[in-house]
């Protein structure tokens, strides 16, 4: 079990444009791309930019989060700060490029959580610490799962081929 604090709380429906805007499209290598996250969100853009947020923090949001446009940098940006999204629900092609990316991800219908809480994460529950709250989680199919805990697609691929050279 993992203990995360939640360093944003977001509502429903936040599209990836609020996540990356689309004005910085441009820039689309992963290592470039974590310095716009939420760069509508000038106090956490520059909290973030500041180091003052711990790598490994949570952001917590209601239902379809990442909806709107494909953009992977709306996820490699989270990634860049490796995040763990604990949200009500993804949207379908965020949910995917998150696989790809390798971004951990946990979807909880019911989660109730605050920019401040820590949560205790486990495979099948999110245990709000500071409220005193369990929350079951809907688990990833288990090859999804596996190419998040691989850091991604790419690594996932890499370590299969590998695995059968000898």
């Keep these: 079990m993992a203990i995360i604090k939640v360093v944003l709380h977001l509502g429903d429906d936040v599209s990836t444009d609020i996540i990356y805007p689309g ?3 441009a820039t ?3 290592a470039e791309t974590p310095q716009f996250a939420f760069a509508d969100n000038a106090d956490f853009n520059r909290r973030l930019k500041a180091g003052e947020v711990t790598a490994g923090s949570a952001i917590a949001a209601g239902k379809n989060f990442g909806c709107g446009s494909s ?3 709306a996820v490699s940006c989270l990634k860049g700060y490796e995040f763990c999204v604990v949200a009500r629900n993804i949207a379908r092609i965020f949910l995917q490029s998150a696989i790809n990316l390798g971004l951990n991800i946990m979807i ?3 989660l ?3 920019e401040g809480d820590e949560l205790e994460i ?3 529950k999110v245990f709000n610490r500071t409220s005193g709250k369990s929350f079951h989680v809907e688990p990833l199919p288990k090859a999804r799962q596996a190419i998040i805990d691989a850091g991604g697609l790419i ?3 890499r370590k299969l081929l590998t695995a059968g050279v000898k």
């Design 23 to 25: 004005r910085f499209m």
């Design 28 to 30: 689309v290598l992963p």
């Design 71 to 73: 953009r992977e940098q």
């Design 108 to 110: 909880c219908p019911a």
């Design 112 to 114: 109730e959580a605050a």
């Design 122 to 124: 486990a495979d099948d």
């Design 155 to 157: 690594p996932y691929t």
